[in-house]
Nanobody, 124 residues
């Protein structure tokens, strides 16, 4: 079970930190990721953190967002800085067992479990 939190409303240029608390899975054994879905658009990849701790980001958030995890708290984080109105979306966390082959981090269908989203609204 994944529980995402930390969304809210912020002005452009501001920051938010999202959390994804995991229950029933040991996140260090999983690849984890954040996706987002804006109104009327498809779900898109934002950032991924492999079990090895290698990270991947979509181009539009590079240099502004960071992804990390706390193995003690079993929680994934997304630190979002310099937010822009186009970052407005519902953000979802997802996990995939790292023992499975064929991991494609930007593909939603590659993930095993999803959390409910948390809404981020950035005003100009």
């Amino acid at each position: 079970q994944l529980h995402a939190s930390g969304g809210g409303s912020v002005q452009a240029g501001g920051s938010l930190s999202l959390s994804c608390a995991a229950r029933g899975v040991t996140i260090s054994r999983y690849h984890m990721a954040w996706f987002r879905q804006a109104p009327g658009k498809e779900r898109e990849f934002v950032a991924a953190l492999r079990s090895s701790q290698r990270t991947h980001f979509t181009e539009s958030v590079k240099g502004r967002f960071s992804i990390s995890r706390d193995d003690v708290k079993n929680t994934l984080y997304l630190q979002m800085n310099s937010l822009k109105p186009e970052d407005t979306a519902v953000y979802y966390c997802a996990v995939r067992n790292s023992l499975r082959i064929g991991y494609e981090y930007p593909v939603p269908g590659t993930y095993d479990y999803w959390g409910r989203g948390t809404l981020v609204t950035v005003s100009s």
